[in-house]
DNA sequence: GGCGTTTCTCAGGAAATTCACAGGCTGGGC
DNA sequence: GCCCAGCCTGTGAATTTCCTGAGAAACGCC
């Protein structure tokens, strides 16, 4: 199920209409705190554990339709309180978080069922379209997401990744995915490009702010390349998208 | 919710029907005053603190619907505060004051989901403009606003900046819009040329008064154009804006 | 380890915007 | 009808903002 919020955005809402619940397994107070507000935000409905017995705590009485699940916990190791989780809430869709050298191999036999995960560091787009997948693919909300957003001629599968104008496929690469799905999402509001790169980039990234435009120029070449740009610039504010004329 | 003052604004009001809470975290008592004086006229309720100490105690008893938060306070600094304010109050929107070119360190991972931020010096417009924003998208107030401002055929949309007459777009400058915010904000008011340099000009603006004149007569040839002129002036008074006719 | 791809920095140039200045215009008091 | 303060607006220059090519560095895939 979905409904659209006043502001035009697009909110996920579970079979009974109640906002989704997610669980934030996390040690680092920021982090934690960065991701609640983002999911808060979204919507949905944030619980946040410190450790591991928390987690189970937590996990018993709230109900989660998502667990985000830092793998390196003070008291216990991710995999245990995955199992512990896992007894309580056998369903229940994980999205880890793991340090990018802390390999996939182990994360792999994790991530076995429907499962997911991100290195750190993430951008908050990341996490957030994962989880919406995550919830989508598990059935919690009972009208089935469309994994497909669109904006006049222009289409982006969140699932596929998969990108097209005027029917004609666009080969993006991973930012400039999701920067315009950042875009596609918030159709004709004006982002800065501060709010793009708090999004869309890694919240650790030291870079210049002109990353930003680097890519809206991207972008432009692949999406607006001979037709009525869709892209457009508000001078001292930010970038907008909007179907073309 | 919105409703209409007597003196024809529109004020911004939460669920219950009490002016929304603002909270107020800034050293720099100059700054602090102005931004009081200038958000209790909005019809908020505002209170301030000159430290973090004070602010987590303020967030405590005085609850919030949004924070304005300059990120170098004497004691603490902004993260601090911040990750201690989220902890009080997980879901209240901060709205980050910082210098212009602090901007790229250390507030990339600070905003997430709905925050936002102004570099210094800002214009009061902006400030409002931003808080009512952030309000706004936060669900403090149950109805939500519109983000759309109307006078006559003349629209402006707020979140995508898109200006119309009779249903013509127009192009204005970043400037421009926020002084037809302005005006539009407060149709059938005379403003003074003095009000409105301190509210649409950033507050260290050092330049000619005449600048007003000159942003009028822009708006005028963009927005009056071949219409009925709806920016009219009263000499020795300043300018209002009201429907043609 | 090599090679293509992707990400990002840097810097030059283009374009839009802001603003000062100054001369012209106007309304209203006399 | 005259005058003057107050207002309007054309011109142009300084500044800001944005765009984009070139190339270095990091990454990922055999």
Request: charged share 30%.
């Amino acid at each position: 199920m979905t409904a659209i919020s006043p502001q035009g955005r697009t909110e996920m809402l579970r079979a009974d209409g109640k906002p989704v619940r997610v669980l934030i397994v996390d040690d680092e107070a920021a982090l934690s705190e960065l991701l609640s507000m983002t999911l808060r935000y979204e919507g949905w409905e944030v619980r946040s554990a410190g450790d591991g017995a928390e987690a189970v705590r937590a996990v018993r009485e709230f109900r989660p339709d998502a667990v985000v699940l830092d793998v390196v916990l003070p008291d216990m190791d991710g995999i245990s309180v995955l199992r512990r989780l896992r007894r309580e809430e056998p369903a229940v869709p994980v999205l880890f978080l793991t340090a990018r050298d802390a390999v996939e191999d182990r994360i792999a036999g994790l991530t076995a069922g429907g499962d997911d995960y991100v290195t750190k560091p993430f951008s908050l787009e990341e996490v957030v379209a994962r989880l919406r997948g995550l919830i989508r693919r598990s059935g919690a909300s009972s009208v089935r997401t469309e994994s497909l957003l669109s904006v006049g001629d222009l289409t982006l599968d969140e699932d596929s990744h998969e990108v097209t104008r005027a029917g004609r496929s666009i080969h993006l690469t991973a930012t400039e995915f999701e920067l315009l799905r950042y875009l596609m999402r918030n159709p004709r509001r004006v982002l800065s490009k501060a709010q793009i790169l708090d999004r869309v980039w890694s919240y650790d990234f030291g870079g210049q702010a002109n990353v930003v435009e680097l890519y809206v120029s991207y972008l432009r070449k692949k999406i607006d390349a001979g037709c009525s740009p869709m892209i457009h610039t508000r001078r001292g504010a930010g970038y907008l998208i909007k179907p073309g004329e």
